[in-house]
C-alpha cells in the first residue's frame, strides 16, 4: 500500500518564523476558541507531577469536575489524551474480550464507539436510527431484553449530525437489564444538563474542545462505584512499579498500558502510582474550564447555549435556509444547516474563512456537501459571536445568488436574543 502524501513546506524558512495564526472566530462544531482565561492559565510555569502543590491542583480539578458533572462519583478526573482517547480508555480497561456491548448509534461518533468496542474485543450489536433523528426508550429496551450487553455506549451529543439523545431514565433502564451505561459528551457537556447521577450514567467521558472552551488534549471523566469497581478488578501494576505485598486484580490485564485506566487510577489516588507523565499544563487547562463553568453557574451557561441556538435557529431560517433534523432534538450548541440549491458550500466557507476571519463546519459521510455547521459554543455561545456569524454569512449567500431578504436573518437573531 502507498504511503500517504506529505506536501513539502513551500519556504524551508517559514519554520522560524514565530507564530502569528489569524484571529479566526471559530464558529464550526469544535473546536472553538479558547477562553482567554484558560490560555492564561495554561502559560503558568510547570511543577513537578508529585509536587504537593500539583497534587492539590489535581485535587480541586476533581472537586470542580464533579460539580460540572453534577457528581458524587469519586473517581471524576481528567485523563490524557483527546476525548476518544478517554472514550477508548474506558472501553479498553473495562471491556473483556467477547463482553457483550449495544452501541446506539445516531451519527458519525456513535460508529466510532462501535469500532472502538470492536477494537476491545467486545461481542458488539449496534442500534441504528436515521441522522437526523434519535431513540426512544422502548428502541434500547427492546435491544437491551434480546442482547443482554454488559455494556451500553451511546452519545449524548453527535456533532455529525448535531442531534441530542435524551438520557433522562436510560441509565437505569440499563441497571434493571444487568448493563452499564457509557455516555460520550464530548459534543454536548457543557451546553446542556447532564446530571450524572440523577440519569444513573456509569461513565461519562468528555473533551475541553467544545462547551468547555478550552483547548483539545484533556478529556474529563466521571466514573460509578460499579465502573469503577469493574475497572479496578483489572488492576495489574506495570513490572517495574511494583512494591512488595502487591497483588494483582482477579480479572484479565487491561490490554494497554497507556490507557489503563486502573493504573491511572491508582495515580490519581493517595498511593500516586508513577504511570505516565502527568499533563501538567493540560490540567492547568482543564481545571480552569471547569473553574469558568462553576462559577458562572450551570444553569445560566446552559441558558447562555439555548439562548444561542434560539438566535442561530432563527437567524438560518430568517435568511431562508432550512435546519437540519428534528430540531427539537438537537444540541442547543450546534445548528445544522441545509445548504441551499444551486449554492457551492464550500466556496461560501471560504468566504467566511478568508474575507471575515470566520470559521464554520462542513458535514461527514451522507451530510457532506449538504449540510454546514454552526457551532455557538462555550466562549464563543455570546449574542456578538453570532450576531457576527450571521452577518457575514447573510453577505456571502447574497454575493452567491441566494435568494433571501437582506437583514432578515440577522433581525430575527437580533429579536430571539432580546426576547
Ligand atoms: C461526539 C464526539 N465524540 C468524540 C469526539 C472525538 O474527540 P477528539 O477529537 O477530541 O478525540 C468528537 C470530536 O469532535 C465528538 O464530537
Known amino acids: 500500500m502507498m504511503l500517504p502524501k506529505l506536501t513539502p513546506l513551500a519556504d524551508a524558512n517559514s519554520a522560524f518564523n514565530e507564530l502569528n495564526p489569524a484571529p479566526r472566530l471559530l464558529m464550526g462544531p469544535g473546536p472553538i476558541n479558547a477562553d482567554p482565561r484558560v490560555l492564561k492559565a495554561m502559560s503558568t510555569q510547570l511543577l513537578g507531577q508529585f509536587d504537593p502543590q500539583f497534587r ?15 457528581t458524587k462519583n469519586d473517581w471524576t478526573l481528567v485523563l ?47 442500534i441504528h436510527t436515521d441522522w437526523g433523528t434519535v431513540f426512544d426508550l422502548a428502541q434500547i429496551e427492546a435491544a437491551l431484553k434480546d442482547f443482554s450487553p454488559q455494556l451500553v455506549a451511546t452519545c ?11 438520557l433522562a431514565g436510560l441509565g437505569e433502564l440499563c441497571h434493571r437489564y444487568g448493563a452499564m451505561l ?44 460499579i465502573m469503577a469497581e469493574a475497572i479496578y478488578k483489572r488492576r495489574h501494576i506495570e513490572d517495574g512499579l511494583q512494591t512488595a505485598g502487591y497483588v494483582p486484580g482477579s480479572g484479565s490485564r487491561i490490554a494497554s498500558n497507556y490507557m489503563d485506566v486502573a493504573m491511572i487510577m491508582d495515580y490519581w489516588s493517595d498511593a500516586g502510582l508513577n504511570h505516565h507523565t502527568e499533563a501538567t499544563t493540560m490540567l492547568y487547562g482543564a481545571r480552569e474550564c471547569a473553574r469558568i463553568f462553576v462559577q458562572e453557574g450551570l444553569q445560566n451557561v446552559y441558558a447562555r447555549h439555548a439562548a444561542a441556538s434560539k438566535a442561530v435557529v432563527a437567524g438560518v431560517q430568517g435568511m431562508n435556509l432550512r435546519v437540519y433534523g428534528e430540531v427539537a432534538n438537537k444540541m442547543p450548541n450546534v445548528t445544522g444547516v441545509y445548504i441551499p440549491e444551486g449554492i457551492n458550500g464550500e466556496k461560501v466557507r471560504s468566504a467566511l474563512l478568508n474575507d471575515f476571519n470566520i470559521e464554520i463546519g462542513t458535514s461527514f459521510g451522507p451530510l457532506h456537501g449538504k449540510v454546514w455547521r454552526i457551532g455557538a459554543m462555550g466562549y464563543n455561545a455570546r449574542q456578538d459571536a453570532v450576531l457576527q456569524t450571521l452577518s457575514a454569512l447573510e453577505i456571502v449567500l447574497a454575493a452567491e445568488g441566494h435568494k433571501f ?13 432580546k426576547n
Do not use: H, N
Request: charged share 20%; proline share 4%.
Open 56 to 70: 492539590l491542583m489535581m485535587r480541586e480539578t476533581m472537586a470542580l469536575y464533579r460539580a460540572f458533572f453534577q
Open 80 to 126: 490524557d489524551g483527546t476525548a476518544r482517547s478517554a472514550i477508548e480508555m474506558v472501553m479498553m480497561s473495562v471491556i473483556e474480550k467477547g463482553d457483550k456491548v449495544l452501541v446506539c448509534s445516531f451519527g458519525r461518533f456513535g460508529q466510532l464507539l462501535d469500532e472502538i468496542a470492536q477494537r476491545c474485543g467486545a461481542d458488539v450489536r449496534v
Open 156 to 166: 449524548q451529543g453527535d456533532t455529525s449530525t448535531t442531534m441530542l439523545q435524551p
Open 182 to 225: 457509557q455516555v460520550d459528551a464530548t459534543a454536548s457537556c457543557g451546553g446542556t444538563p447532564l446530571p450524572v447521577d440523577a440519569w444513573q450514567i456509569d461513565a461519562v467521558t468528555a473533551g475541553l474542545q467544545k462547551c468547555l472552551a478550552g483547548p483539545s488534549g484533556a478529556a474529563p471523566v466521571t466514573l460509578s462505584s
Open 405 to 417: 431578504t437582506r437583514g432578515a436573518g440577522v433581525d430575527a437573531a437580533y429579536e430571539a436574543y
